[in-house]
């Protein structure tokens, strides 16, 4: 399942030299995350309710192309990997300008974290249906957790 979400630039999200700050190519991509989430039913009142929370280990910016002051972008998802378990998940995310032209890639790897315990947890079953159909990228792999 294709998945984007268009966002309108702001103000903010620009620097000196009139383009795109690149910590708000960041920004965007984690709140396509976070409407992905949302798509499935998943929202900040079932992280707390579930006491599980997503977090980070790694994220990696590549900028191709500049989007200047007063551009609208699209960001998509697209899964790079997950553990057999759905612990562990990798997400690319390609940032589009006003033209369509890729403009950034970003991937990011994470897990699930028990908010109790502060360690990575296995998700219950609602947090690993939302990658089930999610489009993959044609270098997919499976994660493999060391025990």
Excluded at 37 to 64: A, C, Q, R, S, V
């Amino acid at each position: 399942m294709n998945f984007k979400v268009n966002f309108t630039t702001k103000w903010a999200d620009f620097d000196a030299n009139i383009h795109m700050r690149h910590t708000a190519y960041n920004d965007y991509a984690a709140e396509s995350r976070l409407r992905y989430f949302k798509k499935y039913d998943i929202t900040i009142h079932d992280f707390t309710k579930e006491k599980i929370g997503p977090i980070l280990f790694e994220e990696n910016t590549k900028f191709l192309k500049e989007i200047h002051l007063g551009e609208d972008i699209s960001v998509n998802l697209k899964l790079l990997g997950l553990s057999r378990n759905g612990e562990r998940w990798k997400i690319q995310h390609e940032v589009f300008n006003k033209d369509g032209k890729l403009s950034a890639i970003i991937t990011v790897y994470g897990a699930w974290l028990d908010l109790v315990k502060r360690k990575l947890t296995v998700p219950p079953s609602k947090f690993q249906d939302i990658f089930k159909e999610a489009e993959k990228t044609e270098n997919y792999e499976e994660i493999l957790i060391n025990q």
